[in-house]
């Protein structure tokens, strides 16, 4: 949309079972831990801005996942596209957040060489029916809301109302038939 910030997020989500190390069957999903900059400290996908020189949000999004995580995706699909908005004073008078962004979700399933740490991210695999236990503050508190259409795989979208950068006001959200 006119006037959003355009942004992509990818949750890279492994399939359960095959692991004998492992107790668990449920499917995994690599978060990283952000290390600086927006949304410092809490768990989360990777992802980023997409710049003038990105042919397209998919490769903005496939960009940001080999910068952030050493990861090259083989696979992405949209799934989502979440508006976020801060409408108190304090956000209107500074960047980064002055603007609505539209945030891309996509679900990547395969990807190429090896997780490393950046100076971003601090990669963890999760099992997905663990990821609930971070909604006690360590996600943003919008992705409590769309992890279960995420995780079931339907397609979404969204729109959040913050306001002080992390306080959710209110939002709305709806699965959706296409993207
Ligand atoms: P720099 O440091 O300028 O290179 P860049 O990596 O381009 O930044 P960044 O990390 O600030 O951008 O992008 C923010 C990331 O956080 C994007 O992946 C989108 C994601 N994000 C922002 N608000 C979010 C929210 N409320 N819920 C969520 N992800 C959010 O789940
Ligand atoms: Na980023
Ligand atoms: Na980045």
Not at 123 to 136: F, H, I, Q, R, T
Not at 137 to 147: A, V, Y
């Amino acid at each position: 949309r006119e006037g959003h910030k355009l942004l992509t997020l990818v949750l890279f989500v492994k399939s359960g079972g095959g692991d004998s190390s492992r107790n668990s069957h449920s499917p995994r999903v690599l978060l990283g831990r952000k290390k600086r900059g927006f949304g410092q400290g809490f768990y989360n996908g990777f992802g980023g801005k997409v710049e003038a020189s990105d042919a397209s949000i998919l490769t903005a999004a496939a960009r940001e996942m080999k910068e952030e995580s050493g990861l090259v995706p083989t696979d992405l699909a949209l799934k989502g596209v979440l508006t976020f908005i801060w409408d108190d004073a304090e956000a209107e008078q500074s960047s980064p957040n002055a603007q609505p962004w539209d945030v891309h979700v996509y679900k990547c399933t395969e990807c190429e060489g090896d997780v490393v740490e950046t100076d971003e991210m601090a990669p963890v695999w999760m099992d997905v029916d663990k990821v609930p236990e971070l909604y006690d503050g360590r996600m943003w508190e919008d992705d409590q809301h769309w992890h279960p259409l995420f995780f079931a795989d339907k397609l979404f979208r969204g729109t959040f109302h913050f306001e002080k950068t992390t306080v959710l006001k209110h939002f709305t959200l709806e699965e959706v038939s296409e993207i």
